[in-house]
């Protein structure tokens, strides 16, 4: 009896797994297949003027993809409550200062901070093929050289 209990169970259990993982787990059906030639990707951000250019070709409630593009003029350190930002980058290098705080913070969004620049962070250089995490919550800025151009991929992840 107790043999046949435990297999039972166990059986349940083997079903019931099989089951979850076919449960779609966001309330959105998901994308098909989506396919963009370099050359629409490259399209997305690169746009004459100072400051970020960005493009979201996959945007979800709870995680976004985010090409971007920034060249020496505009950039502001900025701070988001709920998102991590997951970071390949496609080409360029800059200067990205994390941590501290935001100078003369203002709001710019929902649960998002913007600033001209970053008081007591840590200062690294990021290149070409180079990841970087940063968590919800953390100020950061990419600064860009005199002339260059910063290309990179984000991938957000709700917290």
């Not at 989506?34 to 997305?44: D, F, R």
């Not at 493009?55 to 988001?80: Q, S, T």
């Not at 250089?125 to 100020?139: E, R, S």
């Amino acid at each position: 009896m107790k043999k046949t209990i435990t297999m039972a169970f166990g059986a349940a259990l083997l079903f019931s797994v099989g089951a979850m993982a076919q449960t779609s787990m966001r309330s959105r059906a998901p994308e098909g297949f989506k396919y963009m030639p370099s050359k629409e990707v490259e399209a997305l951000t690169s746009q004459p003027g100072p400051g970020a250019k960005t493009a979201f070709p996959v945007d979800h409630e709870n995680y976004f993809l985010e090409y971007a593009e920034r060249n020496d003029k505009g950039n502001e350190a900025e701070v988001h409550a709920h998102w991590t930002h997951y970071i390949h980058v496609l080409s360029g290098e800059a200067t990205l200062v994390y941590g501290g705080t935001v100078t003369s913070p203002r709001d710019s969004g929902p649960g998002q901070v913007r600033g001209p620049g970053i008081a007591g962070g840590t200062s690294m250089m990021v290149h070409t093929g180079d990841f970087v995490q940063i968590p919800a919550g953390m100020p950061h800025l990419f600064n860009v050289a005199a002339g260059g151009k910063f290309r990179y991929l984000v991938f957000n992840g709700r917290e």
